[in-house]
């Protein structure tokens, strides 16, 4: 059960922490294509084999998330006047 004030980052993560970026060598890594998302890194990993130039990522959300999180955490580091 979720509550109302869950941490949009552990939601992030609970729903979809991982992906594929599949390069296409037509478009290059401009354009790559994203299989997923998985349930876990060893879905993923599984699913990779299917793709040799594959590279596994967390999926942009929990990624997007996280930054915002460590710029918030970085920002209340700097001194107050």
Avoid: H
């Amino acid at each position: 059960m979720k509550t109302t004030n869950a941490d949009p980052l552990e939601d992030a993560l609970e729903r979809a922490p991982w992906c594929l970026i599949v390069p296409i060598p037509e478009f290059g890594l401009t354009d790559p294509e994203v299989i997923g998302p998985f349930a876990s890194y060893e879905d993923a990993r599984n699913w990779s084999l299917s793709y040799p130039d594959a590279i596994l990522r967390q999926t942009p959300e929990y990624v997007v998330l996280s930054r915002r999180q460590e710029e918030e955490d970085k920002a209340w580091e700097r001194p107050r006047n």
